[in-house]
């Protein structure tokens, strides 16, 4: 595999303020081979029009445009769906967030060394947009354990395309990999949850490992937006972490049949 296929997920919902420096931290990495999906989630602000001026700009850039909010699972899921064929590695990169120059590069280093490995993650800077003060977030390294009781792999992370096929899950007769149960904004208006990463992660955790580089690949941006959702997923948190529960329980029990 001389040069894989690293096809980027990014879900966007009214970020026009952040969207554009995300996308071409992205597209300026020092990997090319890149492929950036990017789907507007019903942005009422000018979001679309960003996206399609950059991707007028560059090919690589593949955008969804929604008039129907889905949330940033069904984005993600919608991503891989389109891209799947023609990609080897799925990268997870929010729109509120800035990917350092060699990210891409040496996530794919590290996802290279083994077919065991299905994720790669990294640390990060925490950039509080209120006070200007960036803060360094050190991620635990991979443990199988660990990763059980919660989520030490950053929500960034590389996931390669044999690790998700195995963990493909059908819903409405469409594969999935990311739960919309777990990251959606139901229609009665209620936010519900944002551990579908976590979830993501602990079914490639059952089939195969995770690879941590101890080194700040990211730029992640705290502000008064991201603090709201950050409200509303903890008022949900142990709904989610019990549906993850009963899911882990049904594979297992599956599994010993």
């Given amino acids: 595999m001389d040069s894989p296929t690293v096809c980027c997920l990014m879900g966007n919902h009214n970020y026009s303020a952040f969207l554009e420096e995300a996308m071409r931290s992205i597209l300026n990495q020092d990997y090319k081979n890149?492929?950036?999906?990017?789907?507007?989630?019903?942005?009422?602000?000018?979001?679309?029009?960003?996206?399609?001026?950059?991707?007028?700009?560059?090919?690589?850039?593949?955008?969804?445009?929604?008039?129907?909010?889905?949330?940033?699972?069904?984005?993600?899921?919608?991503?891989?769906?389109?891209?799947f064929d023609r990609s080897h590695f799925f990268l997870i990169v929010d729109s509120d967030d800035v990917s350092y120059l060699t990210k891409v590069r040496k996530m794919l280093e590290k996802m290279l060394m083994s077919p065991a490995i299905v994720g790669c993650y990294g640390d990060y800077d925490i950039i509080n947009m209120n006070t200007g003060v960036t803060l360094r977030e050190y991620k635990e390294p991979y443990d199988f354990y660990n990763l059980q009781q919660s989520c030490v792999v950053h929500s960034s992370c590389m996931m390669s395309k044999e690790g998700l096929n195995k963990i493909t899950e059908l819903v409405d007769g469409k594969p999935s990999w990311f739960d919309k149960e777990l990251h959606c904004h139901r229609g009665n208006g209620q936010f519900?949850?944002?551990?579908?990463?976590?979830?993501?992660?602990?079914?490639?955790?059952?089939?195969?490992?995770?690879?941590?580089?101890?080194?700040?690949?990211?730029?992640?941006?705290?502000?008064?937006?991201?603090?709201?959702?950050?409200?509303?997923?903890?008022?949900?948190?142990k709904n989610n972490v019990e549906h993850i529960q009963r899911k882990a329980q049904q594979r297992a029990l599956a599994r010993s049949v």
């Avoid at 089939?207 to 709201?228: K, Y």
């Fill in 34 to 83: 890149i492929i950036l999906g990017v789907v507007d989630d019903a942005s009422s602000d000018n979001s679309p029009e960003i996206i399609e001026r950059i991707a007028r700009e560059d090919s690589r850039v593949d955008p969804i445009y929604l008039k129907d909010g889905v949330g940033v699972a069904e984005a993600r899921n919608m991503i891989i769906r389109k891209n």
């Fill in 192 to 237: 519900c949850g944002s551990v579908e990463d976590w979830d993501c992660f602990l079914r490639l955790n059952e089939i195969g490992l995770f690879t941590h580089i101890p080194e700040a690949l990211s730029g992640v941006r705290v502000h008064n937006n991201n603090q709201s959702q950050i409200e509303k997923v903890n008022k949900t948190w």
